[in-house]
């Protein structure tokens, strides 16, 4: 099983419209979730760290479940700027290194 | 734009040729890390460098050779590369590898023919 799972999309969503994508973990000792976002042919910036409490800003909300194990983004009023590819990324106590989900292809339509 | 620096941003590589990957931060980060990146999939780490000791290396086949030679850059050396290792070659820096959260370089979009 895969440790970070994400719908690949694509989600293609008209300007103004609200979206949401959820990304499920497998480790329980999960301890650090972030969003990252990436544009075609470019590197993975982070959007927003996911915290237990939630947050927010500006547009976006992430959203932790620790007991369903996912997290989630919720974007208001779309922009064409927003079109991207959004990646989940968890990072496990202990380890090194941070897991990427595959990432969600998002398309905002004019 | 991105703090960590790559050079350079396209490589077009024969399989006999040996070329490197530079990588700089000035942002005093002492985690730096390679990451290989296929099209439409997710960045898969090779290497991790902490304190400027190779700390992981996720198997990486030995045509691929990471060097830290300060706490700023970092090199990988490619050697007898395979048209498979056509990929987009992104390094990152964090504050230590306990630090989550990663500054990604622009990346060097590599080609073997």
């Known amino acids: 099983r895969k440790e970070v799972e994400q719908d690949p999309g694509p989600f293609n969503v008209p300007e103004g419209a609200t979206v949401a994508f959820n990304c499920t973990y497998s480790n329980s000792a999960s301890q650090s979730f972030f969003w990252y976002r990436q544009d075609c042919r470019k590197e993975p910036k982070l959007l927003m760290s996911v915290y237990s409490s939630g947050n927010e800003d500006g547009r976006f909300t992430a959203q932790l479940n620790r007991a369903s194990q996912y997290i989630s983004l919720l974007i208001r009023d779309s922009k064409l700027s927003d079109s991207a590819t959004y990646l989940c990324v968890v990072k496990v106590t202990g380890a090194n290194n941070l897991f990427f989900g595959t990432g969600t292809r998002l398309t905002v339509i004019p | 734009d991105t703090e960590v620096t790559q050079t350079p941003k396209h490589l077009v590589m024969g399989m006999t040729n040996k070329k490197s990957l530079k990588c700089e931060q000035h942002m005093g980060h002492r985690a730096m890390y390679w990451y290989k990146q296929k099209a439409k999939k997710p960045p898969e780490l090779m290497f991790v460098?902490?304190?400027?000791?190779?700390?992981i290396n996720e198997s990486v086949p030995s045509r691929f050779s990471p060097e830290c030679p300060n706490s700023s850059l970092l090199n990988l050396h490619l050697h007898a590369l395979q048209p498979e290792d056509s990929a987009l070659y992104l390094c990152?820096?964090?504050?230590?590898?306990?630090?989550?959260?990663?500054?990604f370089g622009s990346g060097t979009q590599l080609s073997v023919l």
């Open positions: 990152a820096s964090s504050q230590a590898t306990r630090n989550e959260k990663l500054f």
């Open positions: 460098y902490s304190y400027e000791k190779l700390s």
